[in-house]
């Protein structure tokens, strides 16, 4: 890692605010896609789309099997419109999960098929003046909050009029605020913030001149807020895959704004022992700052491609940050620490070389966790066999 140049932090947040002033919503992608896509470009690194958006970029390192993805996504949270009222409002459904309590009051872009129309997502009990205590009394969830455009539109046919139609996009703005503390506050940090520490690891690498020891394929995937981001990202012979998103700090969570987390465990399980450990001893000879912890209520794009029926050695890398999917906030401490970890990463030998090929039947090349000995050295034991079944044998056989 000494031989590699300090993270660019003011290309690292340069690119974060111009990716943040785009709208990326799930499904409506093509601009960010654009965007990352003149990126990669400019660092001279090939890349191919998928039908719908999907980069597939590739680091040529000195061998070709197994190769390894690096994977952050795009597509953010938002909306799209459910409902035209007879009043003129408009009742929204939620693009990814997230709680209406982080709608309310925001400012809103809404993409009709022909134009932009801007609006403020407010409960529906909007005014203290007109309706009181009422308004603390109100529910929390999506068919309590509607959008009011800034439009004369007071009835449907007004909506309809100007061209507003079921499924358009809603669009939240990002509000984002750099400050000389280093923290940075914005919505879309997830995962915005970890396309930029992905950025800024590829500008190093290059700058670098250093050849990765084998091909590392960086993914840029468009549908990881509804599921399904790196399902059908992956066409090449990848071992090893390490999804890169947001960690949550909050109570109960060991994550940090001031490092980066290893996640040993999400809603789909426990990942890969050995590529989380891989990671974990990579930071630690770095010298760079490292939380484990565990995320109950979370998917990555590393567990769709596992999902897909990919047969890989699954991690996971996120920045830590405070209101996740709310308005959220890290520091460029954890984002720095990010990407110093990607760039050793994408450097670093393969976990297994073996992993090129299957085991086909030895146990050979098959991985350790622990030795059997050590594994098996407990203080509670299984009775011996014959001490269950000696006293059911036939005395005679």
Not at 69 to 89: C, F, Q
Not at 156 to 174: H, K, M, Q, S, W
Not at 375 to 386: A, H, I, Y
Request: hydrophobic share 40%; with cysteine.
């Amino acid at each position: 890692m000494s031989q590699l140049p300090e993270p660019d932090l003011d290309y690292l947040q340069k690119v974060l605010l111009e990716m943040l002033a785009i709208p990326s919503p799930t499904g409506f992608t093509d601009t960010i896609v654009r965007y990352v896509a003149e990126r990669l470009e400019e660092l001279g690194i090939p890349f191919e789309l998928t039908r719908r958006g999907t980069i597939r970029a590739t680091l040529k390192g000195r061998q070709s099997s197994p190769d390894r993805a690096v994977s952050a996504h795009l597509d953010t949270i938002g909306a799209s419109v459910r409902e035209i009222k007879d009043n003129g409002r408009v009742a929204l459904a939620p693009v990814g999960c997230w709680s209406s309590r982080f709608a309310e009051g925001s400012r809103v872009s809404l993409f009709t098929d022909h134009s932009v129309l801007r609006g403020s997502v407010l409960p529906l009990l909007a005014s203290g003046h007109a309706f009181n205590t009422q308004v603390d009394e109100l529910p929390i969830s999506w068919d309590h909050v509607e959008l009011r455009l800034d439009a004369y539109c007071s009835t449907r046919a007004d909506c309809e009029t100007l061209g507003i139609a079921i499924g358009d996009v809603v669009a939240f703005d990002p509000l984002p605020e750099f400050t000389e503390s280093g923290h940075i506050s914005a919505r879309h940090l997830d995962d915005k913030a970890g396309v930029a520490a992905l950025l800024t690891a590829l500008k190093m690498l290059r700058e670098s001149g250093i050849e990765p020891e084998i091909d590392c394929h960086p993914l840029f995937t468009i549908t990881e807020e509804v599921g399904s981001g790196a399902a059908a990202a992956l066409p090449w012979d990848v071992s090893e895959f390490v999804g890169i998103d947001i960690a949550p700090v909050a109570q109960g969570q060991h994550s940090s704004e001031h490092c980066v987390s290893v996640a040993m465990q999400d809603s789909g399980g426990p990942y890969d022992y050995h590529l989380s450990r891989h990671l974990l001893r990579l930071a630690s000879e770095g010298d760079i700052p490292t939380r484990r912890d565990l995320f109950r209520y979370y998917h990555s794009d590393a567990q769709s491609a596992v999902t897909a029926g990919h047969d890989i050695r699954t991690a996971l890398l996120a920045f830590g940050c405070d209101g996740t999917h709310g308005y959220e906030r890290t520091h460029i401490d954890s984002l720095a620490g990010l990407t110093r970890l990607l760039s050793a990463y994408m450097l670093s030998p393969p976990v297994f070389a073996s992993d090129a090929q299957p085991a086909q039947g030895s146990l050979e090349r098959f991985s350790h966790q622990i030795e059997h000995d050590a594994q098996m050295e407990s203080e509670t034991r299984v009775p011996t066999v014959d001490s269950l079944l000696g006293s059911h044998r036939d005395p005679d056989a």
